[in-house]
């Protein structure tokens, strides 16, 4: 089993970054594609960005494509997201997920192994 705990949350103004971490348990991190989801209120969790478990390939939605970029380091069991450009519609609660499944075209097939998400919240 994976366990994972997000951080690097926190409020910032429109225009600025955060570069949010997931720091992952285990020997085999480096075996899962990882993704990030974000959960505004009252709306269902979306997909956000996911990279391969050897990190050679990563996917994003497209609202955010070109301002965020999803990374990892196996050897510290770490995938990244770092935010730049954050507009108030970024607003929402963040999660880590190891995939079960990260199909050839870039879909995701989430596992049940979810970080206990951050809160990031960007001001007008």
């Known amino acids: 089993q994976v366990q994972l705990v997000e951080s690097g949350g926190g409020l910032v103004q429109a225009g600025g970054s955060l570069r949010l971490s997931c720091a992952a348990s285990?020997?085999?991190?480096?075996?899962?594609?990882m993704g990030w989801f974000r959960q505004a209120p009252g709306k269902e969790r979306e997909f956000v960005a996911a990279?391969?478990?050897?990190?050679?390939?990563?996917y994003y939605k497209d609202s955010v494509k070109g301002r965020f970029t999803i990374s990892r380091d196996n050897a510290k069991n770490t995938v990244y997201l770092q935010m730049n450009s954050l507009k108030p519609e970024d607003t929402a609660v963040y999660y880590c997920?190891?995939?079960?499944?990260?199909?050839?075209?870039?879909?995701?097939?989430?596992?049940?192994?979810w970080g206990q998400g951050t809160q990031v919240t960007v001001s007008s």
């Open positions: 997920n190891a995939a079960s499944r990260l199909g050839a075209s870039g879909n995701y097939y989430p596992s049940d192994y």
């Open positions: 285990g020997r085999t991190f480096s075996r899962y594609a």
């Open positions: 990279i391969s478990w050897g990190g050679l390939s990563t």
